[in-house]
T-cell receptor, first 115, second 113 residues
Framework: NAGVMQNPRHLVRRRGQEARLRCSPM?????VYWYRQLPEEGLKFMVY????????ESGMPKERFSAEFPKEGPSILRIQQVVRGDSAAYFC?????????????FGEGSRLTVL | GESVGLHLPTLSVQEGDNSIINCAYS??????FIWYKQESGKGPQFIID?????DKRQGQRVTVLLNKTVKHLSLQIAATQPGDSAVYFC????????????FGSGTRLSIRP
């Protein structure tokens, strides 16, 4: 049973370009969470999605950031017109159902570097 | 509230000794608490959890203590091993407000041989 798969593991973008980060949850998991982590800091919640629905996006910046979790395919975190401050590790986690949030399974993260 | 970005505090422990990692959480109404371990370059890994109606829970080599009076959580690791080197985060959940986990700022555990 494969774990949470994130790709790419490393992504380099120039300022103004777009970054797309993908997350395939564990098999049977329909809840996906995205977190952002700066070096030497904790994880900050960004967005919580279920299939085809955004449940809580209170941690998402108002501009340039968007997330989706389509009926088919991985969840995608999209950052438009990236700036240097977007450089961070972005982690995806999945669970089977809401009450399992203590059993969130995390991917290995996607590390975005903006030049 | 959300964790504040700070440089990680470091705990240095002699191999074989017990480690105690502390965490102050923010919301007195939080229902559930978790400790995560994050090794360099990897995602967080669940270690142990505890519900707010408990004050102690034990796992294999790990014990979590919860003091709701002072909003304090601790993780005790017995007989610390080199493989325990990592950053440890406490996290809290308030079921009624959202399904997101709020992470603390983390502690880096360093093992001396």
């Amino acid at each position: 049973n494969a774990g949470v798969m994130q790709n790419p593991r490393h992504l380099v973008r120039r300022r103004g370009q777009e970054a797309r980060l993908r997350c395939s949850p564990m098999k049977g998991h329909s809840h996906v969470y995205w977190y952002r982590q700066l070096p030497e800091e904790g994880l900050k919640f960004m967005v919580y999605l279920q299939k085809e629905n955004i449940i809580d996006e209170s941690g998402m910046p108002k501009e340039r950031f968007s997330a989706e979790f389509p009926k088919e395919g991985p969840s995608i975190l999209r950052i438009q017109q990236v700036v240097r401050g977007d450089s961070a590790a972005y982690f995806c986690a999945s669970s089977r159902r809401e009450s399992d949030t203590g059993e969130l399974f995390f991917g290995e993260g996607s590390r975005l570097t903006v030049l | 509230g959300e964790s504040v970005g700070l440089h990680l505090p470091t705990l240095s422990v002699q191999e074989g000794d017990n480690s105690i990692i502390n965490c102050a959480y923010s919301n007195s109404a939080s229902d559930y608490f978790i400790w995560y371990k994050q090794e360099s370059g990897k995602g967080p890994q669940f270690i142990i959890d505890i519900r707010s109606n408990m004050d102690k829970r034990q796992g294999q080599r790990v014990t979590v203590l919860l003091n709701k009076t002072v909003k304090h959580l601790s993780l005790q690791i017995a007989a610390t091993q080199p493989g325990d080197s990592a950053v440890y985060f406490c996290a809290e959940i308030l079921w009624s407000s959202a399904s997101k986990i709020i992470f603390g700022s983390g502690t880096r555990l360093s093992i001396r041989p």
